[in-house]
């Protein structure tokens, strides 16, 4: 016991000592650079194989993180479809691009013993469990920036000569003796940099009125108690505690209907079934991730496969889903559910809002805007 | 025992929000545990050990009668002992009853000079099966633990030891957290988001008091907290519900705790105490944790007055951030209160006792978070002005009934505040 306390008091005198004789500014000095250099990467369009795309180019950082390209001259498809356009300029992929800021919030993928539940991850089906994984992606997808393999996006990496100091700075010397682990740093970059305050600047109206700097009107706070009450949003999208996400990082399959426009230009023909692939679990076929709700007004289209354009149909849907509501953008009843088996009829489908109230919902989710994308609504 | 059921019932009956279906298993439990410390008791008092009842006046270091307990036995073998459990009616949410504490103290004299002390706690209800079948989780709470368990070696008056478990010397409640010494039903946030009370670690303690000048200390180095272990994720509080590790635990780093105590004037405390340590158990380098709050408390017949401020600083939190992976971690957070209370049987010739009390808590566990790039902001998270008044029903100085109104001002302005009527019992044996 006596030697316990010397032991313990060595410890202590040695920890004492390491205290001060750390580097102390290092840490958050190499976070600074490594996002720096994760900026360059994540708009850097001769890192995908026809140079023409990055991941900005999907996740544009002047237009709320989504996919805002101008319709694409002599080119059948819009980007208001739903699904991207590839680097190939052929491509369509199935599910519309979701916001990239704050998307870095989600936890990792993981199962919820308590709640007997997946939560987190990245995708809307959860697939990359982490934000790095996530960033090896698109590089290689074939839909997207269709590079064959991670050798090859290296390659690309080392045809810029700042690239490969600073990548040897900030992950050692060795870092291109394989490619596996310089390919690994350079999702690290890019995450970083996803991590940092382009993708985080918490300034909406809704932030603002948390802070007590702003009111809200009498139609947004109308907006909040039903989106709070009656409508139930707050049961996946949470808005209480200070910076919400409004989203709990959860899966749900709401019933949405195939995009048919979308099927029509990209042929796909599969039932696309989210989680339920992934975990390999038909109990949760058609469920996806939980949108977080921020900047929500000017990330059009919605829904995983962007089968909404306007906000207001997306209220209309959960308000009239369950009693032959009509589909204000079709102008007719909701197509059926790609995957009707599974849905979520317990919280959505019958709210019972008025017309008046939907308006109020929509209002109140426009305060969600983050200051610099204020101008982008309608 | 009828008697308490009756005060109970009487008290519930003014609430007309309390549900019959809860009464009736706080009735079950009280029972229970009243059967449960009467078995402790059979047990005991037939042994040659022999059982003594606590006298509620005696504290040692600082500590609340029960837990000082074996400290005045007559005899080697000294058990202990108190529980608490409550029922509390949230405006915004639904009811909850909670068995929250059942905690034995088991104290054992080897000599007059070497004494193991030890408290066990049942929270929650105690250990869930399933939560030990399927690892923790957010849903199941319960559980068992050893909160404290150390030899004292006394030596002198001005100087002794302790090696082992022992509490954290710091704020008013962790030393003294039986239910019959702290008036609200539950603890003041304070002392449960910024002193994270009830708080336990392993280490060596020395402590002891110079009676003539009325100043008393602890002194000691004890195994630091952890804040980067994963849990402590984006804005939460700094380290509730982090620090008493149990069992098996990495002391790879320690801390220094101190503590200063005055009580030279007659009824009244005032008193400092400190933590300075590496905050992540060494597995983040050069990241330090320094906690430290004043106290004061003054007695004069029947009227008594608490008051902590207590604040927290995480040096390097962006190294935290950066290795957890959460999105900032806490930097900075503080915490005061003040509690008065009168007795309005004080003027009585009467050992019941009928404290009311007001108090004014304040918290704000996240004044300031760091992203892993060493960005500072100030968050609103979890900062929260209490105030609460109520009254406790003392028919015994050992058993305790309470009823208070908590009125919660949650700062940042898109929260709803909220109000919560609350009920509870508690005792020391």
């Known amino acids: 016991m006596y030697k316990k306390l010397l032991k313990l008091t060595t410890l202590s005198v040695a920890s004492l000592v390491l205290f001060s004789a750390c580097d102390e500014q290092s840490v958050a000095t190499t976070n600074i650079e490594k996002a720096k250099l994760g900026e360059k990467l994540f708009s850097d369009k001769t890192l995908s194989k026809n140079k023409t795309m990055a991941c900005a180019t999907c996740h544009s950082l002047d237009n709320a993180m989504v996919d805002a390209r101008a319709k694409i001259p002599n080119h059948t498809y819009n980007v208001n479809t739903g699904g991207s356009l590839g680097d190939d300029n052929v491509s369509i992929g199935d599910r519309n691009a979701p916001m990239a800021a704050y998307a870095f919030e989600a936890p990792d993928f993981h199962f919820d013993n308590g709640e007997k539940i997946y939560v987190g991850g990245f995708f809307l089906d959860g697939r990359a469990h982490t934000l790095k994984d996530q960033a090896k992606g698109p590089f290689l997808n074939p839909l997207e920036m269709n590079m064959p393999n991670d050798s090859a996006v290296i390659a690309r990496v080392k045809d810029n000569a700042d690239y490969i100091s600073e990548l040897k700075k900030l992950y050692g010397d060795d870092i291109f003796e394989n490619d596996f682990k310089a390919y690994d740093a350079v999702a690290d970059a890019i995450a970083t940099f996803e991590q940092s305050s382009t993708f985080k600047t918490f300034d909406s109206k809704f932030d603002r009125l948390s802070d007590g700097d702003y009111e809200l009107t009498s139609l947004e706070e109308q907006g909040k108690k039903l989106f709070e009450g009656k409508a139930m949003c707050v049961a996946c999208h949470p808005i209480d505690g200070y910076h919400p996400l409004m989203t709990d990082f959860t899966y749900d399959n709401l019933g949405v209907p195939i995009n048919k426009e979308l099927r029509a230009l990209n042929g796909v023909k599969n039932i696309d079934k989210g989680l339920g692939k992934e975990v390999n679990d038909a109990s949760l076929d058609g469920a996806f991730k939980v949108s977080s709700l921020r900047n929500i007004a000017v990330t059009s289209p919605y829904m995983h496969n962007g089968v909404f354009k306007d906000l207001k149909t997306v209220v209309h849907f959960y308000n009239t889903r369950d009693i032959e509501g009509i589909n204000p953008e079709t102008k007719e009843i909701w197509d059926r559910p790609e995957v009707p088996q599974t849905i979520n009829d317990v919280e959505l489908g019958d709210l019972g809002l008025s017309n008046q109230e939907e308006d109020a919902i929509v209002a109140f989710m426009k305060t969600f805007t983050d200051k610099k994308f204020e101008h982008l609504i309608k | ?429």
């Open chain 2, 1 to 429: 025992m009828k008697k308490t059921l009756l005060s109970l019932s009487a008290i519930a009956l003014l609430s007309n929000t309390l549900i019959a279906d809860e009464l009736s298993t706080l009735k079950e439990e009280i029972k229970e545990l009243q059967e449960n410390q009467q078995t402790i008791i059979d047990e005991t008092s037939n042994d040659k050990a022999g059982f003594s009842t606590v006298d509620t006046s005696f504290s040692h270091n600082g500590m609340g009668a029960a837990a000082s307990k074996v400290y005045s036995s007559k005899s080697a073998l000294s058990i202990g002992g108190y529980g608490d459990m409550y029922v509390k009616m949230p405006d915004n949410g639904s009811a909850k009853a909670d068995v929250y504490h059942f905690v034995p103290y088991i104290g054992y004299k080897f000599s007059d000079s070497i004494i193991l002390n030890t408290e066990l706690e049942f929270e929650h209800g105690g250990a869930n099966a399933e939560e030990a079948a399927n690892g923790p989780s957010d849903a199941v709470e319960g559980y068992a633990i050893v909160e404290f368990m150390y030899l004292d070696f006394l030596i002198s008056k001005e100087f002794n030891v302790q090696v082992g478990k022992t509490l954290v010397p710091m704020g008013l409640i962790n030393l003294r957290h039986e239910p019959t010494l702290f008036n609200t039903v539950q603890k003041p946030l304070t002392e449960k988001y910024i002193i994270p009370a009830t708080w336990a670690s392993t280490g060596v303690n020395t402590y002891g008091s110079f009676e003539d000048i009325g100043i008393s200390y602890n002194a000691g180095i004890t195994q630091a907290i952890d804040l980067n272990n994963g849990e402590n994720g984006k804005h939460e509080q700094v380290i509730a519900g982090t620090p008493s590790p149990t069992g098996k635990t990495d002391i790879a780093d320690v801390a220094f705790v101190g503590r200063l105590d005055y009580t030279g004037v007659n009824g009244l405390l005032l008193g400092a105490s400190v933590y300075y340590g590496n905050a992540t158990q060494g597995s983040v380098i050069g990241s330090s944790a320094f906690i430290y709050d004043v106290h004061t408390s003054f007695e004069y017949s029947g009227f008594k007055a608490k008051a902590l401020y207590s604040a927290v600083s995480i040096s390097n939190a962006e190294n935290i951030a950066s290795k957890s992976g959460a999105s900032e971690s806490v930097s900075n957070s503080n915490g005061f209160y003040v509690n008065l209370e009168y007795d309005v049987l004080a003027t009585l010739n009467t050992t019941q006792k009928v404290p009311v009390f007001i108090q004014y808590d304040r918290v704000d566990p996240t004044a300031t978070v760091t992203d892993k790039f060493g960005t500072s902001t100030n968050s609103l998270d979890g900062k929260t002005a209490t105030t609460t008044f109520g009254v406790n029903y003392f028919p015994h100085e050992q058993v305790v009934l309470k009823a208070d109104y908590a009125m919660s001002d949650v700062i940042a302005g898109n929260n709803n505040d909220y109000n919560t009527f609350s009920l509870g019992l508690g005792f020391i044996f």
